[in-house]
């Protein structure tokens, strides 16, 4: 969640801190949106770039849930209740898990009292997160997806094993070799 504003900051921030520390669901609230986010995946199945690159993930990973969309599907989010997103919200919505970023003319006390006005506490609460055993060989080499658009599309993906952070000379590494291929001097 963000906002930017020009006046009423802190009581801005205080709407945005109980988004998060105090979410209102209801069976009416969350079906409706269910509605909204179904019509957006079904926006973004018909955008040819965002097409590609859900085309290129799932030629890489076998089992990373990078290869499917955030948003779920259609039929996923019809199983959302307002129980589930607590639970979310409970184990995901915790100082512990989150990070406040803000930039302008506030103190820290200002923000540590909108803190604390939110009700959050300095309680952890422990997420367990699975560990995906993710194999070194793609799913497939080459797939082609079909839709009507003005000019064709084309993507390339490399999937190279990491361990740990990315580091600053495997960026540039990677992003000469993809000028190599794709770049303007290049025969493709």
Same mark, same amino acid.
Not at 76 to 96: D, G, H, N, R, V
Not at 145 to 158: E, H, K, N, T
């Given at each position: 969640?963000?906002?930017?504003?020009?006046?009423?900051?802190?009581?801005?921030?205080?709407?945005?801190?109980?988004?998060?520390?105090?979410?209102?669901?209801?069976?009416?609230?969350?079906?409706?949106?269910?509605?909204?986010?179904?019509?957006?995946?079904?926006?973004?199945?018909?955008?040819?770039?965002?097409?590609?690159?859900?085309?290129?993930?799932?030629?890489?990973?076998?089992?990373?849930?990078?290869k499917e969309d955030i948003a779920g599907s259609?039929?996923?989010?019809?199983?959302?209740?307002?129980?589930?997103?607590?639970?979310?919200?409970?184990?995901?919505?915790?100082?512990?898990?989150?990070?406040?970023?803000?930039a302008g003319n506030i103190t820290e006390q200002?923000?540590?009292?909108?803190?604390?006005?939110?009700?959050?506490?300095?309680?952890?609460?422990? /997420?367990?997160?699975?560990?995906? @055993?993710?194999?070194?060989?793609? #799913?497939? *080499?080459?797939?082609? $997806?079909?839709?009507? +658009?003005?000019?064709?599309? /084309?993507?390339?993906?490399?999937? @190279?094993?990491?361990?740990?952070? #990315?580091? *600053?000379?495997?960026? $540039?590494?990677?992003? +000469?070799?993809?000028?190599i291929l794709t770049g303007s001097t290049s @025969?493709?």
């Amino acid at each position: 969640y963000y906002f930017t504003c020009s006046e009423d900051f802190e009581k801005n921030l205080d709407i945005l801190l109980s988004f998060v520390s105090n979410p209102y669901l209801t069976d009416e609230n969350v079906e409706k949106e269910k509605g909204i986010i179904g019509q957006e995946i079904k926006m973004y199945d018909d955008s040819a770039s965002w097409r590609v690159l859900f085309g290129i993930l799932e030629g890489l990973y076998h089992n990373h849930s990078v290869k499917e969309d955030i948003a779920g599907s259609v039929e996923s989010i019809a199983q959302i209740t307002p129980e589930m997103l607590y639970k979310c919200a409970q184990a995901f919505y915790s100082p512990s898990e989150m990070v406040l970023s803000v930039a302008g003319n506030i103190t820290e006390q200002q923000l540590m009292d909108a803190v604390e006005r939110a009700g959050f506490t300095a309680e952890k609460h422990t /997420v367990i997160r699975e560990e995906i @055993e993710e194999p070194e060989t793609i #799913v497939y *080499a080459e797939k082609s $997806i079909r839709m009507p +658009i003005s000019q064709p599309l /084309v993507a390339i993906g490399f999937k @190279e094993k990491v361990d740990g952070k #990315v580091t *600053a000379k495997q960026g $540039i590494i990677g992003d +000469i070799i993809i000028d190599i291929l794709t770049g303007s001097t290049s @025969e493709l």
